[in-house]
């Protein structure tokens, strides 16, 4: 038996029966997709500084941003874990949330908002951390 790789834990189809310990164990506990991004507060592709498994990062809105994945995930069935810092004059903390998602994995809307007003959306523009887990199938 051996432990599978990153791509297979994301996209088990392509696994073989040897790799059972990794997608039956393993799988649901490993990040899927991660990225760390700064807004540039204007609409349209944002600079990644870091990522695994993420396309790109698109700014439609104050504090609302599209995530494309670039191996699909294989469902809508994961969450995110995140944090984001915006640099006006509080310092404010944000909050991410999911609030769509693809039904075949490709991404999902990502909105972020002070972590006491979900209606007051911000952008991140010191650094945003967003980490996705979820099931392989």
Known sequence: VRVSNASKLINVSSAITADVVGITTAAPMLAKAFVEFTSNNSDGAQTIT???????????????????????????????????????????????????????????????????????????DVVATLVFYGLTS
């Open 50 to 124: 870091n990522s695994f498994n993420l396309t790109s990062v698109t700014r439609n809105g104050i504090g609302v941003y599209d995530i494309v994945f670039d191996t699909d995930l294989p469902s809508d069935k994961y969450v995110m874990v995140g944090h984001g810092i915006t640099d006006d004059s509080s310092g404010y903390h944000l909050m991410p949330r999911i609030t769509s998602r693809t039904a075949t994995g490709v991404g999902c809307t990502v909105k972020f908002a002070q972590y006491n007003d979900y209606d007051d959306f911000r952008d991140p």
